[in-house]
């Protein structure tokens, strides 16, 4: 399974981004997909998953604020971003599952 991310960038505080990430192969309707965030010197975090019957869970730190859905028939999972921040500000990356990751994609918001 190999993942692209696409959909990151440069947006002042308050606006909005839609991150997509397109899975390889068949299996993409049965796995739990996740958005992660990471910056530099710091782990990983989860920012948002969910499940193949679109059971969704986010961080407390973007609850009322970003949206995770999924569409099967394209093999992509979204992440909609809206009144972002500037502590938004990190490289975002999808998960397949537990194992694979996508190359990941830059999200800065200015204030």
């Known amino acids: 399974v190999q993942l692209q991310a696409s959909g990151g960038g440069l947006v002042q505080a308050g606006g909005s981004l839609r991150l997509s990430c397109v899975a390889s192969g068949t299996l993409f309707k049965f796995v739990t997909m996740g958005w992660y965030r990471q910056t530099p010197g710091k782990e990983r975090e989860l920012v948002a998953s969910i499940t193949k019957d679109e059971y969704t869970t986010y961080a407390d730190s973007v609850k009322g604020r970003f949206t995770i859905s999924r569409d099967n028939a394209k093999n992509t999972v979204y992440l909609q971003m809206n009144s972002l921040k500037p502590e938004d500000t990190a490289r975002y990356y999808c998960?397949?599952?537990?194992?694979?990751w996508g190359q990941g994609t830059q999200v800065t918001v200015s204030s």
């Open positions: 998960r397949y599952s537990a194992t694979i």
